[in-house]
C-alpha cells in the first residue's frame, strides 16, 4: 500500500487566498483525521471522520476551516479565506478501528505558508 | 479529558548509550498508548503501541515501552542509541473504545538527540 497520501506537499499563498488540502487515506480504513503541527501548539486535531462522516469537529478553529470527505478515498480541508496564522504543517491520518489495527497512519504532510 | 506529558522537550544521549524518553497520562479508563517517531520535514512514523498484556512493549528499530499503571507511565527505551535515532518523538493516548473519544491526544514531544 502507498499509505496516506497528501497533496500538495508544499502551499505558498497570500492572505485571503483559498487554500484546499487534500487526502487519500490508506485503502480500507474507516477513520481519517487531520492535524495541524506549529512549534507553540505542538500537534493539534482538528476534525476526524468516522466512514465519511465528520465525528467531532471541535477542534476546527473557526468558520474559515472546513472539511468534507466525499468518498472513502478522498477528504479536503478548505481554509478560506487563509491567514498568516494559519501557517503550519497539515497532517492527514487514517486508521482502522476494528481489531489490534486501530493504529493512526499519518501522511507525509502539507507545508502551509500564508503570506 | 486525557491528556499526555512529556516533561523533557530535549534528551541528549551519547551514541552506544541507553536511552529514555518519558511519558505519563491521564485518560478515563484503561489507556491505549502510542509512540510516534518524526525526523525533520517528515510525517509521523508509528513506533509502537500498548493495548493490553505485557507491560513490556516491543516495537520498530530496537524501541521498546513499558506500561506503569501505578504511575500512569509509558516511558519509551532503547538499550543502545544510534546517531539516526535523533528525531523528535511523541506520546499519545486514547481511552478503549466504548470508554470514552476515540481522538488520539499528543504530547509535546521531545527531541532527541545522540551524540556520535
Known amino acids: 500500500d502507498a499509505g496516506v497520501i497528501q497533496s500538495p506537499r508544499h502551499e505558498v499563498t497570500e492572505m485571503g487566498q483559498e487554500v484546499t488540502l487534500r487526502c487519500k487515506p490508506i485503502s480500507g480504513h474507516d477513520y481519517l483525521f487531520w492535524y495541524r503541527q506549529t512549534m507553540m501548539r505542538g500537534l493539534e486535531l482538528l476534525i476526524y471522520f468516522n466512514n465519511n462522516v465528520p465525528i467531532d469537529d471541535s477542534g476546527m478553529p473557526e468558520d474559515r476551516f472546513s472539511a468534507k470527505m466525499p468518498n472513502a478515498s478522498f477528504s479536503t480541508l478548505k481554509i478560506q479565506p487563509s491567514e498568516p496564522r494559519d501557517s503550519a504543517v497539515y497532517f492527514c491520518?487514517?486508521?482502522?478501528?476494528?481489531?489490534?489495527?486501530?493504529?493512526?497512519?499519518f501522511g507525509p504532510g502539507t507545508r502551509l505558508t500564508v503570506l | 479529558a486525557q491528556s499526555v506529558a512529556q516533561p523533557e522537550d530535549q534528551v541528549n544521549v551519547a551514541e552506544g548509550n541507553p536511552l529514555t524518553v518519558k511519558c505519563t497520562y491521564s485518560v478515563s479508563g484503561n489507556p491505549y498508548l502510542f509512540w510516534y517517531v518524526q525526523y525533520p520535514n517528515r510525517g509521523l512514523q508509528f513506533l509502537l503501541k500498548?493495548?493490553?498484556?505485557?507491560?513490556l512493549v516491543k516495537g520498530s528499530y530496537g524501541f521498546e515501552a513499558e506500561f506503569n499503571k501505578s504511575q500512569t507511565s509509558f516511558h519509551l527505551k532503547k538499550p543502545s542509541a544510534l546517531v539516526s535515532d535523533s528525531a523528535l518523538y511523541f506520546c499519545?493516548?486514547?481511552?478503549?473504545?466504548?470508554?470514552?473519544?476515540?481522538?488520539?491526544?499528543f504530547g509535546k514531544g521531545t527531541k532527541l538527540s545522540v551524540i556520535p
Open positions: 499519545a493516548v486514547r481511552a478503549q473504545p466504548g470508554a470514552g473519544s476515540y481522538q488520539l491526544t
Open positions: 491520518a487514517s486508521s482502522f478501528l476494528q481489531g489490534s489495527t486501530d493504529t493512526q497512519y
Open positions: 500498548y493495548i493490553t498484556g505485557d507491560n
